[in-house]
């Protein structure tokens, strides 16, 4: 009785252990090299998986009462962005390419590396003060 619990405890075992992933030789790599909008480059935090950037105001030219946003996409606040990953096996998600509101601070990219592993990264872009 005691070796019939056995064999079937090892079958399960064996069994359970057949239906795992296998995770050996694929990627962990689920970070982001590169993150742009209109071909301006912003700030990758990967430790808090944020994705940064402050548009500097310009003064007023020319006549204007009102000064202007240093490359502040003609679209603000929707934009896309061409998303580079540490892995070209990764997969980012939500398409990047889909205009999406970045001055929300809601906007998020999940990449998926090819293992599995997902990283978040939440995206925040605003208009900042007067730079003289």
């Given amino acids: ?7 079937v405890a090892l079958l ?7 239906g795992c992933p296998d995770k050996k030789g694929k990627s962990s790599e689920n970070e982001i090299l590169t993150f742009k909008v209109d071909g301006v480059d912003w700030q990758v935090d990967h430790v808090n998986g944020k994705i940064t950037k402050i548009y500097p105001k310009t003064p007023p030219q020319g006549g204007a009462t009102e000064g202007t946003w240093a490359g502040l996409p003609s679209t603000w606040p929707n934009a896309t962005a061409v998303i580079t990953p540490k892995d070209s096996k990764a997969v980012i998600t939500p398409d990047p390419g889909t205009p999406r509101d970045f001055e929300s601070g809601t906007t998020k ?10 990283k978040i990264y939440t995206v925040q872009g605003e208009k900042g003060p007067l730079n003289p």
Avoid: H, Y
């Fill in 12 to 18: 399960v075992a064996v069994v359970g252990l057949s």
């Fill in 1 to 7: 009785m005691k070796s019939r619990l056995i064999i």
């Fill in 109 to 118: 990219f999940t990449v998926t590396a090819e293992d599995g592993t997902p």
